[in-house]
């Protein structure tokens, strides 16, 4: 919490972003919980014991009195060739609208192979619902209750995904780049519409959970070379600073995630007014040096990140270690808000080796050695 308010600091925090941003259990029997496998235990234990933890937490949502929503919508779930499927079929009038994703037992991620909308014409189905369909109320009593489990172990970060986030992921990468560049009108309304439920969300949460930090994801959607530089605030800055601007208003602190490039789209985001910025991807898999991005947005705003998950998993301990080193060194050198060392993501397979392991532990090393 210094480091978010940009005061001093015996050292910069370290985080391990999902390790410890979810509540992970080895010991959770289920045959698609891929951290049960070797050397999970031992991961997730440097994690709770040993980093900042900030825990990733969604506010509770249930429908509205009058949201038809759950009339609309079907779920079905079924397993098939070690794989566990979900489909979900909404009416949207006189269309029917459908997705389709999978579930490996050995990767922890989803795989979508069919998104919801995948033509103008089910975008302007999408459109046609009830206002009420998006109503939801929401809750901050699981936020309390992971911020009183917690302790003083770590803080808890809502986790929020904005309009764009929401749009986009409502489609396939092409369908949705081609919408948003070919058909802005009809692209707007979809943002509209996916708002008009969110923002009365966020101001609840950012009121009755005061304070905290926040993630708001979806940035990245409108950053090259998904979309060009100047959609970026139409889609992205236009429908994301009302959220930062309630998270902040409650005395909160918005923390904006965007994987990837950033120079084009970097004034964009500062506009905003963010208190946090992550992952800050190294080129290639990001443009700027984090050298660079704390000359241009540090001084206003908290750096989080700077270390890719592939070179955790890829990098041999030694070389792993002066690579975190240069990291802090960078992110701390000079005047600035503050800096936290954090890779981009986690691993995802069900297998922990020795070196990842060591790598996991240099991190920890990095930040109590400066």
């Known amino acids: 919490m210094a480091t978010l308010r940009g005061e001093s600091v015996d050292r910069p925090p370290v985080s391990f972003y999902e390790i410890g941003g979810w509540k992970l259990d080895p010991d959770d029997s289920d045959p698609y919980n891929v951290f049960s496998g070797p050397g999970w235990r031992e991961l997730i234990q440097l994690a709770e014991e040993e980093t900042d933890l900030i825990r990733m937490v969604h506010p509770q949502t249930t429908p509205a009195a009058d949201n038809p929503m759950t009339e609309l919508r079907r779920v079905e779930t079924w397993e098939q060739d070690g794989s566990r499927f979900t489909r979900v079929t909404l009416d949207?009038?006189?269309?029917?609208?459908?997705?389709?994703?999978?579930?490996?037992?050995?990767?922890a991620t989803t795989w979508e192979l069919e998104h919801l909308l995948k033509t103008p014409e089910d975008a302007e189905a999408y459109l046609r619902l009830p206002d009420e369909a998006f109503a939801y109320d929401v809750g901050v009593d699981n936020l309390v209750a992971a911020e009183e489990d917690l302790g003083d172990a770590g803080i808890v970060m809502v986790d929020y995904g904005d309009p764009l986030c929401i749009v986009a992921g409502l489609f396939?990468?092409?369908?949705?780049t081609v919408l948003a560049l070919t058909e802005p009108a009809l692209f707007h309304c979809l943002l509209q519409k996916v708002a008009q439920g969110l923002y009365p969300e966020v101001e609840t949460v950012a009121r009755e959970f005061?304070?905290?930090?926040?993630?708001?994801?979806?940035?990245?959607?409108?950053?090259?070379?998904?979309?060009?530089?100047?959609?970026?605030?139409?889609?992205?800055?236009?429908?994301?600073?009302?959220?930062v601007e309630a998270i902040q208003q409650h005395g909160g602190f918005a923390r904006i995630h965007s994987h990837g490039r950033l120079r084009d789209i970097l004034p964009e985001i500062a506009a905003m007014g963010p208190d946090g910025l992550d992952p800050l991807e190294p080129p290639p898999q990001g443009d700027m040096t984090l050298a660079e991005l704390r000359a241009q947005i540090g001084r206003d705003t908290v750096l989080f990140g700077n270390i890719e998950s592939s070179e955790i998993e890829g990098m041999a301990p030694l070389a792993f270690e002066a690579r975190v080193r240069r990291a802090v060194t960078d992110g701390t050198a000079g005047t600035g808000r503050g800096f936290v060392l954090m890779p981009s993501a986690c691993p995802y397979g069900r297998n922990i080796s020795a070196d990842v392991l060591a790598n996991y532990e240099a991190m920890v090393r990095a930040v109590r050695e400066v």
């Open 92 to 107: 949207a009038g006189d269309r029917t609208l459908t997705s389709l994703s999978r579930r490996d037992r050995d990767v």
């Open 172 to 176: 396939s990468m092409a369908d949705y």
């Open 210 to 243: 005061a304070g905290h930090l926040w993630r708001v994801v979806g940035s990245e959607y409108a950053s090259p070379p998904m979309l060009p530089p100047r959609l970026y605030s139409e889609y992205a800055s236009r429908y994301t600073r009302p959220m």
